[in-house]
């Protein structure tokens, strides 16, 4: 009888509904290094163009903190350019505060409401979007950054719809497609 009843009791745990990853657990799964490319929308020639591009995130040790390093060749004038951003999610509002820094740069200071785009099936496989008003260029805006994690792709596609005018018009800004290549 006892052997039924651990039976019965072990069958219906596996039968229990399963939570989904909330925001916090979906950010803290990109902890790791990846590389790719980051790709921008040159519109005088309306065409993309990609530079390579290698990505460190790494958990700030808290559940909401991540610092991110990233790296990508802008060609021979330049050279490699590192923007390093910390961000700051507040669970219970479902804000991000994310500071941005970059050699010979202002740093920016953005605050943006997160949400899903559905419920996530695992911490792997999510689109998660960003919003806030700022600037692009010197041009006043709003800001939408859709991530999406399939696996071990993860790909970031900015837009923007300046604030110039009365319409709502995004505006394909900028895309970065990086593959996880390690812890």
Request: charged share 30%; net charge neutral; aromatic share 6%.
């Amino acid at each position: 009888m006892r052997r039924h009843a651990l039976f019965t009791v072990l069958a219906a745990g596996q039968n229990a509904p399963q939570t989904a990853p909330d925001i916090a657990a979906l950010r803290l799964a990109t902890a790791g290094r990846w590389e790719g490319k980051l790709d921008y929308l040159d519109y005088s020639a309306n065409r993309w163009f990609g530079l390579p591009m290698k990505v460190r995130v790494e958990d700030g040790g808290d559940g909401v903190t991540l610092i991110r390093k990233a790296d990508f060749d802008d060609g021979p004038k330049v050279g490699t350019v590192r923007i390093t951003t910390v961000e700051l999610l507040d669970p219970a509002t479902g804000q991000q505060t994310s500071a941005s820094f970059r050699k010979a740069r202002p740093s920016s200071l953005d605050i943006y409401a997160l949400r899903l785009a559905a419920p996530p099936t695992d911490t792997a496989h999510w689109t998660l979007i960003a919003e806030t008003t700022g600037r692009d260029g010197d041009k006043p805006a709003r800001l939408r950054e859709t991530t999406t994690r399939a696996g071990d792709v993860m790909t970031t596609l900015k837009e923007v719809d300046y604030l110039d005018d009365a319409t709502e018009t995004w505006i394909q800004r900028n895309r970065s497609t990086l593959k996880r290549v390690g812890d």
